[in-house]
């Protein structure tokens, strides 16, 4: 009876432990910034969270869209101007920003994104395409160089998508998210728009729900925290992040221990 009730409690207890260690929210990121030359700003920011559950709910119901998401759009004037490449394809130049109001990244920015972070059950892992190259650093950046942003406090694993997909399905052709969604869907979309991109990216990871998920669990081991690190360590220009010319497809998304880190602070 007593050996019943002790090993009945130590179930309990690793099962209700091992709930709370595992990822609750999932927060697809993307963002649209001034191009490919550092410093790169941010130009668009958009947040979708989706909890564990509606992942999971989805993905058995085969509907990519969950009925629950919180979502974060702000469009942002990044101070700098947009390098003509990248206001080509994102259409957001920086006055244009400035001419709809927009401020530049700062405090009461990062207390909305606190506030939407708070908002989500813990654990949570953001999750972004080529986001261990661009988007965390980027991102990373951004909110710790202003001292006083709470952010700092949170807790917020980080997990890349496109190295997600590279290992769960090793013979793809491209592994660019706009490839991605093309192949598996057969239809494009409005890229270069943060929030289309990442619920492009949200819809990809409910279509291959049960690997993709086991892999950002075993690998959202970096906490934003540390991309500030790494950008702070290493010095150089931010070379290239993607490219739509096979060339940089290659370099980019095809071979990424190759050479140089594509993006290098
Ligand atoms: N970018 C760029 N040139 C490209 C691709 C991307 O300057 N050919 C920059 C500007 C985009 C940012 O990267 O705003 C994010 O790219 P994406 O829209 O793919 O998320
Ligand atoms: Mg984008």
New binding site residues.
């Given amino acids: 009876m007593a050996d019943k009730t002790t090993s009945s409690s130590s179930v309990s207890t690793s099962t209700s432990r091992d709930q709370r260690d595992k990822i609750q929210s999932f927060v697809f990121l ?4 001034t ?2 030359i550092s410093p790169i700003q941010i ?1 668009e920011l958009a947040l979708i969270s989706v909890h564990r559950k509606s992942m999971d709910d989805a993905r058995a119901r085969w509907k990519l869209t969950p009925r629950i998401v919180d979502k974060l759009v702000l469009c942002i004037d990044p101070e700098i101007e947009v ?1 003509p ?2 206001e080509k ?2 259409g957001l130049s920086r006055s244009l920003l400035r001419h709809n109001g927009k401020s530049t990244f700062n405090v009461q920015i990062c207390q909305q994104l606190e506030g939407f972070f708070k908002r989500q059950e813990e654990p949570i892992c953001l999750i972004a395409h080529n986001g261990d190259q ?1 988007d965390f650093p980027i991102l990373a950046r951004s909110l710790f160089e202003l001292n006083d942003s709470g952010v700092g406090n949170l807790d917020l694993m980080c997990a890349d998508s496109l190295s997600a997909f590279r290992a769960v399905y090793p013979k793809k052709g491209s592994y660019k ?1 706009t490839s991605l969604l093309l192949s598996t869907f057969g239809n494009t979309y409005n ?2 728009t943060a929030e289309d ?1 990442a619920i492009g990216l949200m819809k990809l990871s409910i279509n291959s729900w049960e690997k993709i998920r086991v892999w950002f669990e075993q690998n959202s081991t970096k906490r934003l925290q540390d991309y500030h690190t790494v950008s702070r360590s290493s010095s150089g220009a931010l070379k290239r ?4 010319d096979n060339a940089d497809e290659q370099a980019l998304f095809m071979s990424p221990s190759a050479g140089a880190h594509p993006c290098h602070f």
Wanted: charged share 45%; net charge negative; glycine share 4%.
């Fill in positions: 993307d963002l649209e910034t191009g490919l130009t390098e490449d990248a394809i994102t661009y998210l890229e270069h991109d992040k993607r490219s739509d």
